[in-house]
C-alpha cells in the first residue's frame, strides 16, 4: 500500500505555496475572479443561499487540518456538499444552492483544464482541499480586485 501525504498543515501554507504560484497567468487570474464573482453573485440573488454557502465552507476549512491524515480523496467535498445541501434543504434552497456550488467547482476545474494550466494539480488540490481553494479563490479575488481599484485611484 502506498501513504499519501497532503503537503499543508495550514491555509497559509496552501495559498503561499500551492495556491497562488498556480494562478500566475493573467487569463487564469481573470477567469477565477469572474468564477468568485459569478458564484458570489448567484448566492446573493437569493440571500437565503449565502447560509448553506458559508456554513459549508467553513465546516469544510475547519474539517481539513483533522483530516489531513486520512487517505480518501473527495472526502472534505462530500462533508461540504452534506453541509451545504442539509442547511440549504432545511431552508428551501437545496435545488438553488446545489446548482450553484457545483457549476462553481466544475467551471473552476474546466478552467484549468481549458487553460491547461495546472489541470492535475487542480485535480489533487480539489480532491483534498476544496474549501482551502474556494477560499483561495476569493482571497485572490478580492485581491485583484482590491489592487485593481487601487490603481484606479491613484
Known sequence: ??????????????????????????????????LFLGALLAMLWDHTTVIPGVLSLCVGSLLTRPLLHVDEPYLEFVLVVLTGSAVARKLGVWRRFMTVFFVWTSLDYVTHLLLEENSGTAVMLGGHYISWGLLGQGKLACSILRDSFGALVQ
Request: aromatic share 18%; charged share 20%; net charge negative.
Open 1 to 34: 500500500t502506498t501513504t499519501f501525504v497532503k503537503p499543508f498543515s495550514t491555509f497559509d501554507e496552501f495559498y503561499q505555496l500551492a495556491y497562488a504560484p498556480a494562478h500566475i497567468d493573467p487569463l487564469d487570474r481573470a477567469a477565477h475572479v469572474l
